[in-house]
């Protein structure tokens, strides 16, 4: 999908991943977009709602907000968000004022603090649709990873599986300079993780590009606080580390102790 049909959709967008953010808005649930009323214009119009921490107890926090959606002039691939407030509201704490949309797709829209200059990473929240939170989608990941910064503090569903996607164009090339490499290793079905404390591989990639399955030469078990997990000997991997409702992402294989954090 567009940025345009995110925005307008009647469907609730939740906040699957999010980095750099934890620490200001820590702790909190179920943080999603509604659907207010209709469109004037590029000014669509959403409440932002969630569960925080107040006095001691879960308590429910509504903020009605106007985004604004522009492009930069001449370049259909470089999109902003203005947030503004409803008349007598306030925009949510910590929330910026103007946002850049790194990607859209009909799974994900991830959305920046900014455009990343090269070899930057910026702050980022990867939102998706309720019947789309469990669900993989490698190009959406493979972004979320790029461009984010901290990107190994994400949100945790319990099932994910393998789904296509189209790729808004961002704006600079490393995706596409490393698309075509690491592709293959992306898009892979993880499976069910139901209250696993795990680090696994899916599989990996020795030097010579050969791909190697989990309990082959390149994979080896250990364990992390007792907990077993499979490390690679060498190359790369896509490993996961479960802690409850986070994990930690990362497509060289994670040291012990990030594991054990």
């Known amino acids: 999908m567009s940025p ?9 967008v939740y906040l699957k991943f999010m980095s750099g953010y934890h620490a ?4 909190f649930r179920c943080f999603k977009s509604k659907y207010s009323r209709v469109q004037t214009g590029n000014t669509y119009y959403r409440n932002v709602e969630f569960l925080q921490i107040y006095k001691g107890q879960w308590s ?6 106007q985004v604004h959606l ?4 001449g370049k259909k691939d470089e999109a902003y968000l ?7 509201g306030k925009r949510p704490p910590n929330v910026r004022h103007k946002y850049a949309i790194l990607y859209a797709s009909d799974y994900c829209i991830i959305i920046g603090d900014e455009y990343p200059a090269e ?3 910026t702050r980022c929240t990867y939102w998706t649709t309720y019947n789309r939170f469990d669900k993989f989608d490698g190009l959406c990941e493979y972004i979320f990873e790029l461009y984010c910064a901290q990107p190994n503090i994400t949100l945790y569903s319990h099932q994910n599986s393998t789904t296509p996607s189209t790729r808004l164009p ?5 995706a596409t300079r490393t698309m075509n490499l690491l592709l293959p290793m992306l898009v892979t079905t993880l499976g069910t993780l139901v209250g696993t404390k795990k680090l696994f591989c899916e599989e990996c990639w020795s030097p010579n590009q050969e791909k190697a399955k989990c309990g082959v030469e390149y994979l080896y078990e250990d364990t992390c606080r007792g907990v077993p997990y499979i490390r690679c000997k060498i190359g790369y991997c896509r490993c996961h580390c479960i802690f409850g409702f986070y994990r930690r992402l990362d497509y060289q294989c ?3 102790r990030e594991c054990c954090e």
Do not use: C, G
């Open 4 to 12: 345009e049909q995110w925005l307008k959709s009647t469907d609730d």
């Open 24 to 27: 200001k808005w820590s702790p």
């Open 60 to 65: 429910t926090r509504n903020y009605p907000l």
């Open 70 to 73: 522009t492009y930069a002039p």
């Open 82 to 88: 203005i947030i503004k407030a409803e008349p007598k």
């Open 119 to 121: 070899d930057k990473r």
């Open 170 to 174: 961002v704006q600079d090339s490393r």
């Open 254 to 256: 994670v040291k012990e």
